[in-house]
């Protein structure tokens, strides 16, 4: 999924804004949901922009309802007179089922959710892969670079063996 830029050569019209590399080094990732998101009119200029940060923001669950929080959208530059926090709570819009699922998830002892990337798909609609993980404990990270070195010293012999 490839950004595609509109002519003027600015603006996002579909494709990824941002993507959170280290949720799958930093947790065990369990269930994803893709979800839209409830946003003002400035952020959505400012998203378009790729002026966005989800490493830091994680979901939480309110009367019902999930939200992301710690989110990070930049001001946008032309607001005039109207603009948005940069760090507010984000509404998820999701399913019914979808909402159960993940608040019956948070529940459980350790879990998070945490947003994997943001995208505008292809209507041009703000959406963001999030999903339910466990932190990975020291030892897990060490085995993902064991086989994360690994993979690249193989892909190195048989690129060498070729030749």
């Known amino acids: 999924m490839s950004p595609k830029k509109k002519n003027s050569g600015q603006f996002i019209s579909s494709g990824l804004v941002a993507q959170n590399r280290r949720a799958h080094f930093d947790y065990i990732l369990e269930e994803t949901f893709v979800a839209g998101l409830q946003l003002l009119g400035t952020e959505v200029k400012s998203l378009r922009l790729g002026h966005a940060h989800i490493q830091d923001a994680y979901g939480i669950e309110k009367n019902g309802e999930i939200f992301m929080s710690n989110m990070f959208i930049a001001e946008y530059a032309n607001k005039g007179y109207e603009s948005h926090a940069e760090k507010r709570e984000r509404k998820l819009l999701l399913k019914k089922r979808e909402i ?50 690994w993979k690249r010293d193989k892909a190195r012999l048989l690129s060498t063996n070729k030749v």
Request: glycine fraction near 8%.
């Open 100 to 149: 159960i699922k993940i608040i019956n998830g948070l529940s459980r002892k350790g879990a998070t959710l945490v947003p994997i990337k943001l995208f505008f798909d292809q209507n041009g609609r703000a959406k963001l892969e999030v999903a339910l993980a466990h932190g990975k404990k020291v030892y897990d990270k060490r085995e993902a670079i064991k086989e994360r070195d």
